[in-house]
């Protein structure tokens, strides 16, 4: 069963905007990973967030986590086309480097 | 540096074949993961492996075998492939401890069972 659920399914953003994400999860976790999947290929990571960190960013990317929510959110500042692509929340319990992802969320930025 | 390598990327069978995808990786990590990808379904992980001859079971291993006598390959073993293992197979490796619990992915096998 999956552990992240990943919100919306679908989003379409100009260039330039911003995109915003979310994933619920539901037991206790270790850290919260995003992935991007362009089409027809493997997941890459983007970034990580520990249970006890709030925000984190990277470049364009800034994730919270919010544990006693238990959500994250994704934000993508100033989209472009090349951030076309699956976007995937992935939760680690911690002990054996297991993740369990969700069904990810379809991005689709237009020029 | 190749990094994480699967065989074949396409692979068309037909129902009751044996059929085994392979995965190699170079960077000597201990954990190695098998996945298969649907839609409406997400990421679902089939086997694990811990280091080399240590295996264990993830959410859907029905129809599957693995093994690792080696720590940079874990092929993945359809015994006798059904229409329900039509899907995209992802191969993933990574070193967890000291904050690497990122998995390095595979480019994927598609495949298709007749």
């Known amino acids: 069963s999956q552990q992240g659920e990943e919100d919306p399914q679908a989003l379409s953003i100009q260039e330039g905007e911003n995109a915003t994400m979310n994933c619920s999860y539901k037991?206790?976790?270790?850290?919260l990973q995003w992935y991007r999947q362009n089409s027809g290929r493997g997941l890459v990571h983007l970034i990580l967030?520990?249970?006890?960190?709030r925000e984190k960013h990277s470049g364009r990317l800034r994730v919270t986590l919010d544990t006693s929510k238990k959500s994250s959110s994704l934000l993508i500042t100033a989209s472009r086309a090349a951030d076309t692509a699956s976007y995937f929340c992935?939760?680690?319990?911690?002990?054996?480097?297991?993740?369990?992802f969700g069904k990810g969320i379809t991005l689709s930025v237009r020029p | 540096d190749a990094g994480i390598t699967q065989s074949p990327r396409y692979k068309i069978t037909e129902t009751g074949r044996q059929v085994t995808l392979m995965c190699h990786q170079t960077?000597?990590?201990?954990?190695m993961f098998w996945y298969r990808q649907d839609l409406g379904h997400g990421l679902r992980l089939i086997y694990y492996?811990?280091?080399?001859?240590?295996?264990d079971k993830g959410e859907v291993p029905d129809g599957y075998v693995v093994s690792r006598s080696k720590t940079e390959n874990f092929p993945l073993t359809l015994e006798s492939a059904t229409r329900s293992q039509t899907s995209v197979y992802f191969c993933?490796?990574?070193?967890?401890?000291?904050?690497?619990?990122?998995?390095?992915f595979g480019p994927g096998t598609r495949l298709l069972v007749l």
């Open positions: 992935a939760t680690g319990p911690g002990a054996n480097s297991k993740l369990t």
């Open positions: 492996s811990a280091a080399a001859d240590i295996t």
């Open positions: 960077w000597s990590h201990s954990y």
């Open positions: 993933a490796s990574s070193t967890p401890g000291q904050g690497k619990e990122t998995q390095y």
């Open positions: 037991t206790s976790i270790n850290n």
């Open positions: 967030i520990r249970s006890n960190e």
